[in-house]
């Protein structure tokens, strides 16, 4: 059953990435890497939007008794309203605006980041109640439309990258409103008592949330604004092509890894052999993976990128070894909610940010792009070493 369950989350993201894997020979061509640098930030952007939107009650919702799910979908849902809110005050401010300008270029408008907090928090909101109702089929398929909807609206129409990437997103807002209806006047009634009774959820849990996916934009956001949209480009092209399968296998994994885990907790039983059991699994992947980008890696990118773009092997490996690193444990995260230690993972998540923001503030525009991306390779695998050992003490 669970190895179905992974099987049903992970395939529907598969298939979606498969659809930009077969576009992605005439996307490389038609947009230079410059443009890809931009659209990688932003989306970088909408990836932090995605963790945190919600303030978190999306994780709350596989914690919550089956009377009070609807109405922490609602609480989820003005907090996506909330975050856009802030989000477009923010970026209003002058300095604000030429910082993300920088970084993006040209989405760095009050509209574009409204509209990404939306969209983004509806879609994390809505996948996770799908698998909170046991429709790992219907999360599935949305992610299996965003990326597919993303990559044919930049192949056939003339929005750009960004403005895709958005339509992408936004293919939840169905079934985001089908939960919607689910509120009669005494679940909206139960609201914010719901949104209360979970609030250690955005008080510790959304903190830690922000800083994991800040720390996962660092990298873009630093090589873009330190060195180039050019290569910011590259990066993120060869980290998407290159990691892909990992990364989408961790994503499903680590969803239905909340759900099990949570399963086996509430049956007074121990995780930790089931917990190890994934890391197994995910660290095999990753050797597999690593070995064939070190033999294919370069010849494979080439065909699909075409000249303008950088293949050589020791940057592709270099890219790739901290994606291989973070989906081998990141997972586990799951064990943290199910045994309320979300207070122990905060900790390390800030410990996380500063040691990622050290390494790319004190090198990144100071050193070639390459001697940054090895420092990053080994702050990754020492602090999620360390990660790795206290999610195995917590499941215990």
């Not at 760095?108 to 109702?133: K, L």
């Not at 192949?155 to 750009?160: E, F, H, R």
């Not at 936004?170 to 209360?196: F, H, I, K, N």
């Not at 080994?378 to 206290?390: A, K, M, R």
Request: proline share 4%; aromatic share 12%; hydrophobic share 55%.
């Amino acid at each position: 059953m669970f190895l179905r369950q992974i099987a049903t989350v992970a395939g529907g993201a598969a298939a979606g990435q498969l659809i930009v894997l077969a576009t992605t020979p005439w996307l490389a061509r038609m947009y230079p890497p410059a443009a890809f640098g931009e659209y990688a930030a932003f989306l970088s952007m909408c990836n932090v939007f995605v963790a945190t939107a919600c303030f978190r009650y999306d994780a709350a919702l596989n914690a919550a008794d089956d009377d009070k799910v609807a109405s922490l979908f609602g609480a989820a849902f003005l907090a996506t309203l909330a975050t856009a809110g802030f989000g477009a005050l923010a970026v209003w401010s002058p300095w604000a605006h030429a910082l993300l300008g920088r970084v993006v270029g040209e989405g760095a408008s009050v509209w574009n980041v409204a509209a990404a907090a939306i969209v983004c928090g509806v879609f994390q909101a809505s996948s996770a109640m799908a698998i909170r109702d046991g429709r790992f089929a219907w999360s599935s398929l949305l992610r299996l439309a965003q990326p597919a909807v993303f990559s044919i609206a930049a192949l056939l129409s003339p929005i750009g990258l960004i403005y895709s990437c958005l339509l992408g997103f936004a293919v939840a807002t169905p079934l985001a409103l089908r939960y919607l209806t689910r509120l009669d006047w005494a679940g909206l009634a139960r609201v914010v008592p719901s949104a209360w009774r979970f609030r250690e959820f955005p008080i510790v849990s959304l903190p830690t949330s922000l800083l994991d996916a800040g720390s996962l934009a660092m990298p873009i956001w630093f090589i873009s604004s330190q060195y180039s949209s050019h290569d910011a480009g590259n990066y993120a092209q060869a980290q998407r092509l290159l990691a892909a399968p990992l990364t989408l296998f961790a994503m499903a994994l680590g969803q239905v890894f909340l759900k099990r885990a949570g399963d086996i907790v509430r049956q007074g039983a121990s995780p930790r052999a089931f917990q190890r059991r994934v890391a197994v699994w995910l660290a095999l992947g990753a050797g597999v993976l690593l070995l064939g980008v070190m033999l294919l890696g370069r010849p494979v990118l080439h065909l699909f990128l075409g000249d303008g773009w950088r293949t050589d092997t020791e940057f592709l490996v270099l890219v790739f070894l901290p994606v291989a690193v973070r989906s081998c444990v990141s997972p586990v995260t799951g064990i943290f909610i199910v045994k309320a230690r979300l207070r122990i993972c905060a900790i390390w998540q800030a410990l996380y940010f500063c040691i990622t923001g050290a390494v790319f503030y004190s090198l990144a525009g100071h050193v070639p792009i390459e001697q940054l991306l090895i420092a990053y390779a080994i702050s990754e695998t020492v602090c999620y070493g360390l990660y790795l050992y206290i999610a195995d003490k917590v499941a215990g």
